[in-house]
């Protein structure tokens, strides 16, 4: 057994699997990736890594599995995943997951041959463990997978308060003790028990607070479009492969992006924290549907046709569309007068919240600070935006800013 301090969960005891599993290469890269990527250049304490994660998502698990009685080879199963279930992410977590997979067909769950390959393949198969099995743990396709990566997950308990923690951001703030207390396996799903509907409506809320005041930052989304232009350059004007790019850890990559000249600019950029600008920043209800639901090739047009409007450099132009606004913890189940029923179907603040997500979400155009004006206003006409302009000409005029605009 090893005892180790950990900042958000005090004293993690990891033994077993996990204990073998600990020293893998495989485990051990996970302590040179940013657990929020680029957002250390908004909150400067946001340092911590996938490895400090990841033991919290065991030492969660773990907890889980004892309140639900799950012993032997099964709990050995959860607790290998829970140490392994970020070993496939990429350098900077998510930051770049769709680049590597538009060039892979991998996301950071696709971990069948990192697991079968070399030591975490001969630990696991050491222990009497079948890596293939362990992989549909961690993409939650097995039934105690549901533990690790469902609605009610442990990875989900730990990144909320740990990011919470390490930003200073209050908003995250769970009560995992009492998510984990409460869990019941009930034919093989995993429920909240009786009473508990706020309980899982804490960790919408904590979500809802969180992503636009950490996740989806705006300063964190021109960091994350950056680090996506350098990495599609990179692959296309350097030797680096897509599956070496999905195995670097931050330090490799962004060395990589310096040290090659058609991704030095972008290096600079980041390393300096000399970043793009918001040239429009507008809400759900003014940007065309066909703009919200374009793929990545036409979103690249989309971006060629401003930077020709503007008469600027393509490199200059970056369009960031985020996805829909979903809530998959609104199926999360919990037992209410002694039926299971889905969150979503008994509480009423989900509504209220998938509201608050839609208001939340907005349409990002970036482009360097002295260019700004020209980039928004063909954006604009390009997207066929109906703003006017007016949100992004009033920060960019008056030097009005918006609550969070003074971490810019």
């Known amino acids: 057994m090893k005892t180790i301090k950990d900042s958000v969960h005090d004293h993690i005891e990891v033994e077993g699997v996990a204990r073998a599993l600990l020293d893998t290469p495989a485990v051990q890269r996970l302590r040179r990736i940013k657990q929020l990527g680029p957002a250390h250049l908004v909150y400067p304490s946001a340092n911590h890594t996938r490895f400090e994660h990841s033991l919290g998502v065991y030492h969660l698990a773990c907890e889980a599995l004892d309140h639900?009685?799950?012993?032997?080879?099964?709990?050995?199963?959860?607790?290998?995943?829970?140490?392994?279930?970020?070993?496939?992410?990429?350098?900077?977590?998510?930051?770049?997951?769709?680049?590597?997979?538009?060039?892979?067909?991998?996301?950071?769950?696709?971990?069948?041959?990192?697991?079968?390959?070399?030591?975490?393949?001969?630990?696991?198969?050491?222990?009497?463990?079948?890596?293939?099995?362990?992989?549909?743990?961690?993409?939650?396709?097995?039934?105690?997978?549901?533990?690790?990566?469902?609605?009610?997950?442990?990875?989900?308990?730990?990144?909320?308060?740990?990011?919470?923690?390490?930003?200073?951001?209050?908003?995250g703030t769970i009560d995992h003790a009492r998510l984990v207390r409460e869990l019941r396996l009930i034919d093989g799903e995993l429920v909240l028990a009786e009473g508990n509907v706020p309980t899982a409506e804490s960790l919408l809320l904590a979500r809802s607070l969180m992503n636009p005041t950490v996740y989806n930052h705006h300063v964190t989304r021109i960091c994350r479009g950056l680090l996506q232009r350098g990495s599609e350059r990179l692959l296309a004007e350097s030797d680096v492969t897509p599956e070496q790019l999905r195995r670097m850890d931050d330090h490799d990559f962004f060395a990589a992006l310096r040290d090659t000249p058609e991704t030095a600019e972008f290096a600079r950029r980041l390393g300096d924290r000399d970043l793009y600008k918001r040239a429009v920043w507008a809400e759900m209800d003014d940007v065309p549907e066909?703009?919200?639901?374009?793929?990545?090739?036409?979103?690249?047009?989309?971006?060629?046709?401003?930077?020709?409007?503007?008469?600027?450099?393509?490199?200059?132009?970056?369009?960031?569309?985020?996805?829909?606004?979903?809530?998959?913890?609104?199926?999360?189940?919990?037992?209410?007068?002694?039926?299971?029923?889905?969150?979503?179907?008994?509480?009423?603040?989900?509504?209220?919240?998938?509201?608050?997500?839609?208001?939340?979400?907005?349409?990002?155009?970036?482009?360097?600070?002295?260019?700004?004006?020209?980039?928004?206003?063909?954006?604009?006409?390009?997207?066929?935006?109906?703003?006017?302009?007016?949100?992004?000409?009033?920060?960019?005029?008056?030097?009005?800013?918006?609550?969070?605009?003074?971490?810019?």
Do not use: C
């Open 290 to 408: 066909e703009v919200i639901d374009a793929d990545y090739e036409a979103i690249r047009e989309f971006e060629d046709n401003i930077a020709d409007a503007a008469d600027v450099n393509r490199e200059q132009v970056i369009v960031d569309v985020l996805s829909r606004p979903s809530m998959r913890e609104s199926s999360s189940r919990v037992i209410v007068n002694g039926e299971i029923r889905r969150l979503g179907q008994q509480s009423t603040l989900v509504s209220a919240l998938q509201r608050v997500q839609r208001e939340q979400w907005r349409l990002g155009v970036y482009a360097p600070a002295a260019v700004t004006d020209t980039v928004g206003h063909a954006a604009e006409n390009v997207l066929g935006l109906e703003t006017d302009g007016a949100l992004v000409s009033e920060i960019r005029s008056t030097g009005q800013r918006t609550t969070l605009d003074e971490f810019e």
């Open 68 to 171: 639900l009685g799950i012993e032997g080879k099964r709990a050995k199963q959860v607790q290998a995943a829970a140490i392994l279930h970020d070993v496939g992410h990429g350098p900077y977590s998510h930051t770049i997951e769709e680049v590597i997979h538009r060039h892979t067909g991998k996301y950071h769950d696709d971990v069948d041959e990192l697991l079968a390959e070399r030591a975490v393949g001969d630990v696991l198969r050491s222990h009497d463990l079948d890596p293939a099995t362990i992989a549909d743990f961690v993409r939650g396709d097995a039934k105690l997978g549901q533990i690790v990566a469902g609605e009610l997950d442990v990875d989900r308990m730990d990144y909320l308060v740990r990011d919470a923690h390490h930003t200073g951001v209050p908003y």
